[in-house]
T-cell receptor, first 111, second 114 residues
Framework: KQEVTQIPAALSVPEGENLVLNCSFT??????LQWFRQDPGKGLTSLLL?????REQTSGRLNASLDKSSGRSTLYIAASQPGDSATYLC??????????FGAGTILRVKS | DGGITQSPKYLFRKEGQNVTLSCEQN?????MYWYRQDPGQGLRLIYY???????QKGDIAEGYSVSREKKESFPLTVTSAQKNPTAFYLC?????????????FGPGTRLTVL
């Protein structure tokens, strides 16, 4: 059974700092891995989707990497801004045909 | 405007009542999903539907029921059999599955049992 773990559970950084959010998963038999953003009391917004054959994806200040063999993914946020404050969720989609969500990292960027 | 809508945003229920949460999408997606989110936990799948008139139980289906009579609608009923229904409920949709495409999420409904 797939388990997705995110570290740290919460993170507070000053504006402008580069930061890394970590995600680990136990079953490497996945089709893809996604990073979502969730603002308080809102739905999820997909940030990046990495197919199992890919190593990384980039969008603006965000870069996500995937290492299936070690069961790890990282989300790198460059030059963080207060508007980046949200919960970031790591999600795998595996051969069981369902998404498995991590519990999330709560990010606060202080101005 | 294409997207997924959920209503109501907040819902209060008395013990022993059934309530129905609405989810509508105009993205022409085949698949729709219901998740439950509790503090400090990942989202958990309640039910999903890959096609009209067909749906499958997820990991925590007990105490819930769904219908899929129309492609654009996937309502979730929280029955009195659900022991701890207070949670944030999220609906999502995607093309035939999430293999190559992301799921698109609605804004959520927060259900509180009084």
């Amino acid at each position: 059974k797939q388990e997705v773990t995110q570290i740290p559970a919460a993170l507070s950084v000053p504006e402008g700092e580069n930061l890394v959010l970590n995600c680990s998963f136990t079953d490497s038999a996945i089709y893809n891995l996604q990073w979502f953003r969730q603002d308080p009391g809102k739905g999820l917004t997909s940030l990046l989707l990495i197919q199992s054959s890919q190593r990384e994806q980039t969008s603006g200040r965000l870069n996500a990497s995937l290492d299936k063999s070690s069961g790890r993914s990282t989300l790198y946020i460059a030059a963080s801004q207060p508007g980046d404050s949200a919960t970031y969720l790591c999600v795998t989609f595996g051969y069981g045909n369902k998404l498995v969500f991590g519990a999330g990292t709560i990010l606060r960027v202080k101005s | 405007d294409g997207g997924i809508t959920q209503s109501p945003k907040y819902l209060f229920r008395k013990e022993g009542q059934n309530v129905t949460l609405s989810c509508e999408q105009n993205l022409n997606h085949d698949a729709m999903y219901w998740y439950r989110q509790d503090p400090g936990q990942g989202l958990r799948l309640i039910y999903y539907s890959q096609i009209v008139n067909d749906f499958q139980k997820g990991d925590i289906a007990e105490g819930y029921s769904v219908s899929r009579e129309k492609k654009e609608s996937f309502p979730l009923t929280v029955t009195s059999a659900q022991k701890n229904p207070t949670a944030f409920y999220l609906c999502a949709s995607s093309w035939e599955g999430a293999r190559t495409d992301t799921q698109y999420f609605g804004p959520g409904t927060r259900l509180t049992v009084l």
